[in-house]
Nanobody, 130 residues
Framework: QLQLVESGGGLVQPGGSLRLSCAAS????????IGWFRQAPGKEREGVSC????????NYADSVKGRFTISRDNAKNTVYLQMNSLRPEDTAVYYC???????????????????????WGQGTQVTVSS
């Protein structure tokens, strides 16, 4: 059974850093693109960053460009989100999600649209506050 488990959230001061992890099991990990999403109280869920199945292609929301870095280790079935220079507005529950990618798109590194991800983890809370 496909499972995604996030970890690494917590309370951090503005300007601080956190690294989130998304550990996957139950599926062929390198057939899937992985995305990070977040949802703040009273707001819609938004895409934060995503990475292609091979790790060769990435994308970031404008609000996190230059501060967040996504990476993956296919040998460990894990995707990471390094978050630096955190701001109070980054406070949210962060989710990782997976989307199976066709062979052709795995070769080209094409990334799914934000609304195509269909397997989700349970989320991890990130709070940025002094």
């Amino acid at each position: 059974q496909l499972q995604l488990v996030e970890s690494g959230g917590g309370l951090v001061q503005p300007g601080g850093s956190l690294r989130l992890s998304c550990a996957a099991s139950g599926f062929t990990f390198d057939y899937y693109a992985i995305g990070w999403f977040r949802q703040a109280p009273g707001k819609e869920r938004e895409g934060v960053s995503c990475i292609s199945s091979s790790g060769g292609n990435t994308n970031y929301a404008d609000s996190v460009k230059g501060r967040f870095t996504i990476s993956r280790d296919n040998a460990k079935n894990t995707v990471y989100l390094q978050m630096n220079s955190l701001r109070p507005e980054d406070t949210a529950v962060y989710y990782c999600a997976a989307k199976r990618i066709s062979f052709v798109k795995r070769v080209t590194g094409e990334l799914p649209a934000w609304n195509e991800y269909n397997y989700w983890g349970q989320g991890t809370q990130v709070t940025v506050s002094s």
